[in-house]
């Protein structure tokens, strides 16, 4: 990829010859004849968050599992970390996941295990001690203020505790990617708030690349706008209007994607869509 | 839909059953094997399914001893009735109605849960945390199921041997020791070898078919209503089919 910016940003922007962590290539899929993501592409680069905006069952969750190699595209090419996601063989794809976190919309605990064990899954796979399991279990619950819940079963919880209880799952290894599939999806605007907080702090304190799909544009301008204060452990809207310039949209519609930018290209935006979609 | 669509449908559901069979069989040589899952799917099977086999075992034992020693009796040949229970049921009885019980209660059970687990995407969070959910969830089922099944059908089949001998001599006038003594002595080689083959096979069509209409559930709690019923539904008539086929075949080699 080539130097290509020539607006000068006041963030420091992600490495622009980096081999891309995720990049779709001209991908296509369908289900029983009914075309849902057509010619799809677009890159997410070290340290980016890409959030996918689009209305409900535009493909939203299909793209995210394709990023993930649970599904395969019917055709075009999906390259995470360098490697083709779309063309890996089964077992490469469980080594290539060890780097990535993933959120799922209902939260897909699993309902037969606590907390503790739905959080330690993967540390319990990769067959870690009993001391370093508890501790980072300790950890990362914290990270997610979910502390006391740990031998609750994930039925005794409220949706937005299962929420966090996913994402704490998804982040115990640290993953380099993470891919948060509508995570404020079902949730009243209080408890949604709260999980775009933890969000943006899990952006501001560990970093790494993130793909977030939603269909709320509060959620999206939340995650442009702010910015995680570790001295008041809470999230603050970036002084004098200011983006997070690692923070960029995609919008998605009708199979296509419509929009690939930052959200103040995002507002001054002209196709009708765009227009409607925003307003 | 068009007849050679369904069709087609129904070709790659078999070919998607019979690959998903295969890995799960091709995962007992392969590391991890999860333990854990085996014995608690071994306890759910085996231990859970323990008193239905034994009433069942117990009360086909005794119809058969009740109907045989009737009809016997009309040629008097009544002494041969434990012979005609004990070789019925170790044969027959005890491994098809084994299996049948435990279809009906673990092959809707495996079906509602991994179909649960599938449409709330706790498969796909499996696979993405790195676990190969036929390995997790497939094999263990499969390892329980065919070693549970197996000592469940010992068990049946020798509760329905003795409650055909309570029936025998309590309400028949069978004399206890000539029964169990000619039930003893019928059992040749090939039967016992017959009836304990059956359950290997049960087992495996129970587990696989259960996995499967679990694993392939679609369309939301509807979905798990549905594959429960397919899987009760297919493992059952497998069963019966798969029965014949053994059945057949035993007597091709060892003769009738
Ligand atoms: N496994 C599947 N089989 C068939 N159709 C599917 C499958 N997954 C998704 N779809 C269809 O794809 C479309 C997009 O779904 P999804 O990605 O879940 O939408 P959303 O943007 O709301 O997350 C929907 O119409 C859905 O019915
Ligand atoms: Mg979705």
């Given amino acids: 990829m080539a130097h290509s910016n020539l607006l000068p940003e006041p963030a420091p922007i992600p490495d622009a010859n980096a081999v891309p962590v995720v990049e779709f290539s001209h991908v296509s899929i369908g289900f029983d004849g009914k075309q849902v993501l057509r010619d799809i592409s677009f890159t997410a680069r070290q340290g980016e968050t890409r959030i996918l905006l689009g209305p409900a069952s535009c493909g939203k969750s299909v793209l995210l599992k394709l990023a993930n190699g649970l599904m395969r595209p019917d055709s075009g090419k999906i390259y995470v970390f360098g490697e083709e996601v779309s063309a890996l063989p089964q077992s490469d794809l469980f080594r290539l996941r060890e ?25 319990r796979e990769a067959h870690a001690e009993d001391a370093t399991v508890e501790a980072r279990v300790q950890e990362v619950l914290r990270f997610v203020e979910l502390e006391h819940t740990l031998d609750k ?23 380099e990617l993470l891919l948060y599939d509508s995570p404020t999806g079902g949730l009243d605007p209080i408890t949604s708030a709260t999980i775009i907080d933890l969000i943006v702090k899990q952006r501001d304190v560990y970093g790494g690349t993130s793909l977030l799909v939603t269909h709320r ?31 960029t949209f995609l919008v998605l519609n009708n199979t296509s994607v419509v929009f690939d930018g930052t959200l103040q290209e995002l507002q001054h935006a002209e196709d009708p869509f765009l227009k409607e979609f925003l307003s | ?52 086999v034994i009433l069942t075992g117990f009360f086909t034992g005794g119809v058969l001893a009740l109907q045989s020693s009737s009809t016997l009796s009309e040629f008097g040949a009544k002494s041969i009735t434990g012979q005609l229970v004990s070789l019925s049921m170790i044969r027959e009885l005890g491994p098809v109605l084994t299996g049948l019980m435990v279809s009906g209660r673990n092959a809707s059970g495996m079906a509602s849960e991994l179909g649960s687990m599938q449409v709330t995407e706790q498969i796909d969070a499996m696979r993405a945390l790195g676990t190969d959910p036929i ?17 469940l059908t010992i068990v049946s089949d020798t ?55 679990g694993m ?28 014949f086929i053994i059945s057949r075949l035993m007597l091709g080699i060892f003769g009738g």
């Fill in chain 1, 99 to 123: 780097k990535i976190g993933m959120v799922f919309q209902e939260s897909a605990l699993f309902d037969s295990l606590t907390v503790r064990e739905n959080v330690a899954y993967r540390l």
């Fill in chain 1, 153 to 175: 079963f994930p039925s005794q919880l409220s949706g937005g505790m299962r929420r966090r209880v996913a994402i704490a799952r998804a982040i115990i290894t640290h993953p």
């Fill in chain 1, 217 to 247: 544009l509060q959620d999206a301008y939340m995650l442009a706008t702010h910015t995680f204060n570790r001295e008041t452990n809470q999230m603050q809207r970036i002084p004098n209007s200011g983006l997070d310039f690692s923070t």
């Fill in chain 2, 1 to 52: 839909m068009e007849i050679g669509e369904i069709l087609r449908e129904k070709i790659l559901r078999v070919q998607e059953y019979v690959l998903l069979s295969v890995e799960a069989m091709a995962n007992l040589f392969r590391r991890p094997l999860y333990w854990g899952d085996i014995c608690t799917q071994a306890d759910i099977i085996g231990v859970g399914s323990l008193p239905i």
């Fill in chain 2, 135 to 151: 390995k997790k969830l497939v094999t263990p089922r499969l390892i329980a199921t065919v070693v549970m099944l197996f000592f």
């Fill in chain 2, 159 to 213: 509760v329905g041997t003795l409650g055909g001998g309570m029936v025998g001599t309590t309400m028949m006038n069978l004399d206890a020791s000539q029964y169990f003594h000619t039930s003893y002595q019928a059992l040749a080689y090939p039967d016992v070898l017959q009836g304990l083959i059956k359950p290997l096979f049960f087992g495996l069509i129970i587990a696989t078919v259960g996995c499967y209409y």
């Fill in chain 2, 216 to 243: 392939s559930t679609k369309g939301g709690t509807r979905g798990v209503g549905h594959a429960t019923t397919q899987a009760v539904v297919t493992s059952s008539v497998l069963i019966i089919a798969v029965d």
